[in-house]
C-alpha cells in the first residue's frame, strides 16, 4: 500500500511541477533542495 502512495504522491508533485504550480528552491535560487516555492499558477490557487 505505501509503494502506491509513492507513486502517486510523485505523479501529483510531477503534474505540479510541469504546470507550473510548484518548484523546487534549488531549481530557481541554487540553493538547498529541501524546500518548494509557488510558481506563478501556485501563487494564483494559494
Known amino acids: ?4 502512495t ?3 504522491m510523485q ?3 510531477s503534474l505540479c511541477r510541469r504546470r ?3 518548484f523546487q ?3 530557481i ?3 538547498l ?3 518548494w516555492d509557488y510558481g506563478p499558477m501556485g501563487v494564483e490557487l494559494k
Open 1 to 4: 500500500m505505501a509503494k502506491n
Open 6 to 8: 509513492d507513486q502517486t
Open 11 to 13: 505523479q501529483i508533485v
Open 20 to 22: 507550473a504550480f510548484i
Open 25 to 27: 528552491s534549488s531549481e
Open 29 to 31: 535560487y541554487g540553493g
Open 33 to 35: 533542495n529541501g524546500c
